[in-house]
């Protein structure tokens, strides 16, 4: 289908699907003028805040190629932050001239420098999965960092400026705060634009994320200016965050560290570079959710719908993009591929860990064995990401979405029975679905697919599971699975079944990785137009592999539900979009192409509980609390995976690894060599350095400990 | 993770606190400055502690200490400390056992088990707990939707009498409906029930008859906010509108919103309350949830609502310093005596606020679940010639379902624990200026019990009633 065709395509549904919907939940409101100009007036302000949530993101990953999921988390810390100088009662009752200044040009930029210079500059030429989940870290670790400076259990509200006062505009009244909100929303899209295309310093930023070595090269100082971005970025998120902090319940994880997600829609729309595009989105989606508060009644299956306009409005734009072109013309180092395990010591691995497993099980408590048996339930959902991510390059945030769908084809094909074929089914029943969603791939890359699967997370969440035929208004409760007469129902046995089902997962992925379906899943992350060239299938090995990890995630969410004992259709049934993230955070800071960083995310969170539990010390919860944020740091210090690293430094020592040792020379002797730093801007370039560009480049033929790749 | 805890948390509070109840006749609490019959408070280590020789009964009995585990959602990063005056206020109330001769002739000692607004959790705190306390007190998890562990859980004996919970909060029908849960405020839902299709509710008129009371001759109607974030808040929230409207007061319209909704979301709320000229409002969810609609009707210029209603969730001082001077006149109606009594006008009350050093509503609640413990503890004593080492779970079940009628000292209206059957009687409670002030009776230490009137009996299909918006 031609693109004209699939655009008109996209529209025609997109207009058939408002037209649907507004027939089914029509509450009878009559539309007149009179109505459509309070839908205006009401849309107005909530496009504002949209608008400003959204300002964040576009102007950090305009000048910073980097995707902040922590966007509005940071505002929520400056707004608390600004809270903290304003508040006459218990804050320290500063003047708003002195404080609101003080937060936004001062305290925010400093931030977003020491952000950059410890976390974000380290990003530069990471994988896609390793900047977005290093943001998600950071999410997690400031709102933690909140909670443990500011007691939750007090009350902190920041109120509207103007007390609250507005002006008439039909029968809705338009706060003065709101107004602010609106017209600095479109202030700051003005001077954002004037900055970034008409100053020198703008489009050096720009340049900078286009092209860091050329622009380098062009006399761009690459890290002074990645830390005046983030600075940026972290002024308009304590502005966003201080404008939107009256009309929100100001707790840690609450609305205003979350509104971002909703921005998200809003952003894309501008394709995360055009603020006006983004001003135009944020008011679709506000008019839109105004008119569903206005006009529109839903109940029943469709009561969530309107809280899914967001993630369904993100779907139909990130359809409507035009078609992703494949890239020829960078060429970039990366390390180079990991060393692939044998399905031998797979087999033998698995096998330790299942002896490990049953001997450890003898004296867990039953607690512990629950939660080693969801550790080891989460590692197999985990796991289907490793061909996914790991291999094909296909980053996919909805890894709970398709075990929600497998958990819930368990529960209603005989689940209730322990039926094993129905575990069998939900694998299969995920595998089309799975598919579909590969046809999206086809279109879009890297980010926007990422988003794309987000969005299809969220709708699986707040629609899928609504439906009768899914799980409906009440809940579904099922049994572990029966197998040749025996039920798993204790907590021992039913580790020690998940473990083997890990066990024999994990070795058939290695063996999957070693065949010729593996190798060309690494080309296609590789490269996809070398793939293509070569004479790989673009779009069936995509197909394949986004299949494979759906039927393994669904496969996964059987046994994810057989542990919940009872599926519900709320968004606390165990399979929300937000708690798929934490397991992708894990299995990157693991390792996201082997199948130990799987088990590694599988342990992740519950070595975390047991260190709480064990040890009484506050230092543990402080660190419970903080451990994303410091899983942060160690993605970008090992961005192959803890697994990875762990293994690299201990394989040396093993008399068979001769391999291994040797690898470990060559690197040490290349870690040896000085870094070149900015192309001589901020030293002097010798000639050694220019043999080290050479290197880099892979013109030399000495490459020790890397390779190119184009893509 | 999409939680919208203050929504579950308000909805199962207006359950409980807002007249949902009845079933058993309750009479009116103890007057001013006089006490019901002591149970555990001023608990004394009897005679029999000099003499008995202790031994190990039960699973966290041992010869010198009695072992409760309190499970409370407190270390979740989405809402931190959410319930951490739940888990303050056992360790109050076990201190103040102990300061008292302790329980049972044995030191009280808590166990904390944090469910983190997560069902996994939750239900690794239960056996956790199975394994090492002979109970749960002032349980207060969002997401117990699992009570298997709870039901199931072996004794000393190796049999499965399973683990008594006495909980501060049941958000879901398997834990309000299961034989080993038993509510400190019970609501007025009838079990067993599946979870789903239509059931009986029982809700007190107290509340309206002081409305219509104050407010005579005028026709109440209003709007109505359900909080519409999980078919369990949905379920929770409609039975009372719906007995409101039975009750006489009319539904000019009726809004769902979610606990993560902005102030923006309730313009079209506050619309409808200037078209209809509403004169009664009230928003199921959270407190936050009711600061931002009552913020939002100022901002819009409401002036018609005589009657801002709501339930204990509202009782809260954030309440007041978080809605900036918009939530004066606000109701919220309580259950249990509030702390602006002070000490004097209870003992009980007294206690509380003398060993927590950080009270709130949530806490009071929890302080009066371990006064049911120590009170099914002292009967499971009494019932076997005054035998400490009498204390097994088996016999403390027996004593809670004998218990029926309990009042912890006045600190609460009598309840009926054994039979799952709350009270109609209450305090309204209002903001006036900067405080909470007791309007509803006036006195303090005294429970509004509306003349002991049968509660209104009814049966819905909770969530079917929703009708969506």
Not at chain 1, 495 to 519: E, I, K, Y
Not at chain 2, 178 to 185: C, D, N, Q, R, Y
């Amino acid at each position: 289908m031609n693109r004209r065709w699939s655009t008109l395509f996209v529209w025609a549904g997109t207009i058939a699907f408002i037209v649907v919907v507004s027939w089914q939940a029509w509450a009878g409101n009559p539309v007149t003028g009179s109505s459509l100009l309070n839908l205006l007036v009401f849309s107005l302000p909530l496009a504002g805040i949209y608008a400003m949530s959204a300002s964040g993101l576009v102007v950090v990953y305009t000048t910073t190629g980097v995707f902040n999921f922590a966007q509005g988390a940071i505002g929520m810390f400056f707004a608390y932050v600004y809270w903290q100088l304003v508040d006459s009662t218990t804050g320290w009752g500063w003047p708003t001239w002195v404080a609101l200044p003080l937060v936004v040009l001062v305290l925010a930029p400093l931030t977003g420098i020491a952000l950059d210079r410890v976390i974000m500059r380290h990003l530069q030429g990471q994988s896609l999965v390793v900047q977005l989940m290093v943001t998600v870290g950071l999410l997690f670790a400031v709102i933690g960092l909140v909670g443990l400076i500011w007691d939750q259990q007090q009350a902190h509200s920041l109120p509207p400026l103007f007390n609250g006062q507005g002006f008439k505009i039909g029968d809705v009244v338009l706060t003065w705060h709101r107004f602010a909100t609106i017209v600095t929303a479109v202030a700051l899209a003005i001077g954002l634009r004037i900055l970034l295309f008409r100053t020198r310093l703008g489009i050096a930023m720009r340049a900078v994320v286009d092209n860091r070595g050329l622009a380098a090269m062009s006399g761009a100082r690459a890290s002074l200016l990645s830390g005046f971005a983030w600075g940026l970025g972290c002024s308009v998120a304590a502005l966003a965050g201080i404008l939107l902090a009256p009309e929100v319940d100001m707790a840690a994880g609450g609305a205003l560290t979350l509104l971002i997600i909703t921005a998200f829609a809003a952003a894309v729309v501008g394709r995360l570079r055009s603020l006006p595009l983004t001003y135009v989105g944020a008011l679709i989606l506000a008019i839109a959710i105004g008119w569903s508060n206005n006009f529109l009644l839903f109940a029943g299956r469709w009561t969530n719908v309107s809280e899914a306009f967001p993630a369904i409005m993100l779907f139909i734009v990130l359809l409507l993009l035009p078609r992703a072109e494949l890239r020829f013309a960078r060429t970039h180092v990366i390390r180079r591929i990991e060393r692939v395990s044998t399905v031998r010591d797979t087999l033998i691995g698995m096998s330790a860990l299942f002896v490990a497993m049953w001997l450890l099980s003898r004296s867990l408590s039953d607690a512990n064995l629950s939660r080693f048996a969801l550790g080891m339930c989460t590692a197999l959902v985990a796991l289907s990401l490793v061909p996914l991510i790991g291999w094909a390059g296909q980053v996919s945030l909805a890894p709970l979405a398709f075990a929600g769908i497998g958990a819930t084809a368990y529960a209603r094909l005989g689940g209730a029975h322990g039926s094993i074929w129905a575990v069998l089914l939900a694998a299969l029943i995920c595998m089309p679905i799975g598919a579909l969603l590969a046809f999206p791939a086809m279109r879009l890359h890297g980010l926007y697919l990422a988003l794309a699967t987000m969005a299809f997370a969220s709708l699986v969440e707040l629609v899928f599971f609504a439906q009768p035929f899914a799980v409906g208004e009440g809940s579904r409760v099922v049994s572990h699975v029966h197998i040749a007469g025996y039920n798993f129902e204790d907590r021992h046995t039913f580790l020690l079944l998940v473990t083997a089902v890990f066990g024999v997962a994990a070795v058939a992925v290695v063996a999957l990785r070693r065949s010729a379906f593996g190798r060309r899943l690494i080309a296609l992350r590789d490269s996809e137009a070398a793939s293509a060239t070569v004479g790989v299938n673009i779009l069936e090995t995509k197909l394949a592999v986004f299949a494979l990890s759906a039927g393994m995630s669904g496969f996964a969410g059987a046994f994810l539900v057989m542990y919940y004992h009872t599926l519900g259709s709320g968004s606390n049934n165990g399979f929300a979009m937000l708690q798929g993230l934490p397991i992708v955070l894990a299995l990157v800071i693991g390792g996201v192409a082997c199948v130990s960083g799987a088990l590694f995310a599988g342990i992740f969170g519950l070595a975390t509980v047991l260190i709480q539990e064990n040890w009484h010390l506050n230092l543990w919860k402080t660190m419970v609390f903080l451990a994303p944020g410091l899983a942060a740091l160690g993605i970008i210090r090992n961005p192959a995976g803890a697994v990875v690293e762990i293994g690299e430094g201990f394989a040396p020592l093993l008399p068979w690894r001769k391999d291994a040792r040797r690898e470990a020379a060559e690197l040490k002797a290349a870690n040896a060599e000085p870094e070149v730093g900015e192309l001589g801007l901020t030293r002097d370039f010798e000639e050694s350095d220019v043999l080290l560009v050479d290197r880099g480049l892979g013109i030399s033929n000495d490459v020790p400990r890397a390779t190119a790749r184009t893509g | 993770m999409r939680l919208r805890v203050g929504v579950i948390v308000a909805v199962v509070m207006v359950l409980v606190a807002t007249a949902c109840g009845g079933g058993t006749k309750v009479t009116n609490s103890a007057p001013p400055g006089q006490t019901t019959v002591p149970v555990a408070t001023g608990n004394t280590a009897p005679a029999v502690c000099k003499t008995a020789t202790l031994t190990s009964p039960e699973i966290g009995v041992t010869p010198t200490t009695i072992t409760v585990t309190v499970m409370a959602d407190v270390g979740s990063s989405i809402k931190p400390a959410l319930f951490l005056g739940s888990m303050n206020a056992v360790k109050a109330w076990a201190d103040y056992m102990n300061a008292n001769g302790g329980l049972a002739c044995r030191k009280v000692v808590v166990k904390e088990a944090d469910s983190k607004l997560s069902p996994d959790d939750a239900k690794n705190g239960i056996a956790t707990a199975c394994k090492d306390s002979i109970a749960m007190v002032g349980t207060t998890s969002l997401f117990l939707n699992d009570v298997t562990g709870m039901e199931g859980c072996k004794d000393k004996a190796g049999q499965g009498t399973g683990l008594p919970d006495i909980a501060e909060l049941q958000t879901e029908a398997v834990q309000q409906c299961s034989k080993v849960s038993f509510a400190t405020l019970p609501t007025g839902s009838a079990c067993p029930y599946s979870g789903s299709g239509p059931r009986q509710f029982k809700v007190g008129f107290t509340t309206y008859d002081y409305y219509f009371t104050k407010y005579p001759g005028v026709d109440l109607h209003g709007v109505f906010v359900i909080p519409k974030d999980l078919p369990s808040t949905i379920a929770a929230s409609t039975p009372l509108f719906r007995a409101e409207n039975r009750m006489g007061i009319k539904s000019d319209a009726e809004f769902g919103k979610s606990g993560l909704d902005l102030q923006t979301a309730y313009t079209p709320v506050a619309q409808a309350m200037k078209r209809y000229n509403s004169n009664y409002a009230r928003n199921g969810l959270d407190y936050s949830g009711t600061v931002l609609m009552r913020k939002e009707a100022k901002a819009q210029g409401v002036t018609s609502v005589k009657i801002w209603d709501c339930s204990i969730q509202c009782y809260d001082k954030r309440m007041i310093t978080e809605g900036q001077g918009a939530t004066e006149g606000q109701y919220a109606w309580l259950n249990i005596l509030p702390m602006e009594d002070g000490g004097a006008a209870n003992p009980e009350l007294a206690a509380f606020l003398q060993y927590d050093k950080k009270p709130d509503g949530f806490g009071e609640i929890a302080w009066v679940s371990g006064e049911i413990f120590a009170r099914a503890v002292n009967d499971a004593m009494k019932a076997h010639n005054n035998d400490p080492n009498a204390i097994t779970r088996a016999n403390v079940f027996e004593a809670i379902r004998n218990l029926h009628e309990f009042d912890a000292n006045g600190m609460i209206p009598k309840i009926d624990v054994g039979a799952k059957q709350g009270s109609t009687c209450l305090v309204g409670m209002q903001v006036q200026g900067d405080k909470w002030v007791r309007v509803d009776p006036t006195q303090p230490g005294q429970f509004d019990c509306d003349n002991n009137k049968p509660p209104l009996v009814f049966t819905i299909d909770p969530v079917a009633e929703y009708k969506g918006g």
